[in-house]
């Protein structure tokens, strides 16, 4: 009897390795490819951390006009409810960074921002809520 594989089962190996190396050199590019599409958009936010943003930015705004001790106060509470609650961290550091500009603007800091400056970082922010159905609006500081 003869056990030495015959020709034709040969070529019948190949091609299954051929063809199960094609699939998975196609899943390799197709995720690859995904990636690099997927690389540069930003985080989106549920409609929770989003509508909990806007009214930081309400607080912010009004905070930013009135006494330093009570903007003081103020921010470390904020903050802290903004880490404990917020998901979506890219969100909470642009709605930090208003949160320090409101207490800068407070304090009369040199380093309160400009309006322009509040208009780049509202721009930033509302690309983390464009799926969320809310769209954050930061007023300049102070006003």
């Not at 998975?24 to 930003?42: Q, S, T």
């Amino acid at each position: 009897m003869n056990t030495t594989p015959t020709v034709p089962n040969r070529k019948r190996t190949r091609l299954v390795i051929g063809a199960a190396t094609a699939v998975i050199a196609g899943a390799l590019v197709a995720g690859a490819g995904y990636w690099w599409l997927d690389r540069d958009e930003l985080s989106q936010a549920s409609a929770a951390d989003c509508r909990m943003a806007q009214r930081i930015i309400t607080e912010a705004e009004e905070i930013s006009t009135g006494p330093a001790p009570e903007a003081q106060t103020w921010w470390k509470k904020t903050g802290d409810e903004r880490r404990a609650q917020m998901k979506d961290g890219y969100l909470g550091a642009k709605v930090s960074r208003y949160e320090g500009w409101a207490l800068a603007t407070a304090r009369k800091s040199p380093e309160a921002p400009s309006a322009q400056d509040v208009k780049n970082l509202e721009e930033e922010a509302r690309g983390h809520c464009s799926d969320s159905g809310v769209t954050l609006s930061m007023p300049p500081l102070g006003a």
